[in-house]
């Protein structure tokens, strides 16, 4: 009644890219499986269809450490998990934790 797109979109996606890469890609999981899993090691990363789906839940876990890598690009593209911050933006109020894991991820994905 929700919809079929499980079933009819990600699934074969996941079959594709699968059959594609020889990757152990994984999916459509259960969301509080899937980030249980994560949390304790057992998946390298989570590719989620909605910001609000994939934030929310690492934001919760550790805010700081939450890096953004945008796929499908010749070169990789990291970002912090965070928003851009405009309220805070120049005042010296800005954590660097996040910066410094997008960077640090970046340098281990050219590597």
Partial sequence: MIGEE?????????ID???KT???ILG???ADSAYKDHKAGKLDCLVTL????SL???KLHDASKIVNITLGLPFPRTSPGHGTAFDIAGKNKADPRPMKE??????RLCS
């Avoid at 909605?50 to 789906?53: F, G």
């Avoid at 997008?102 to 340098?107: D, G, I, K, V």
Wanted: hydrophobic share 45%; with cysteine.
């Fill in 6 to 14: 499980e079933i009819h979109v990600i699934g074969p996606a996941v």
């Fill in 17 to 19: 890219a699968r059959r």
């Fill in 22 to 24: 020889g990757l152990n």
């Fill in 28 to 30: 459509p999981l259960p």
């Fill in 50 to 53: 909605y910001h609000d789906q």
């Fill in 56 to 58: 929310i839940p690492l």
């Fill in 102 to 107: 997008a960077l640090l991820t970046c340098a």
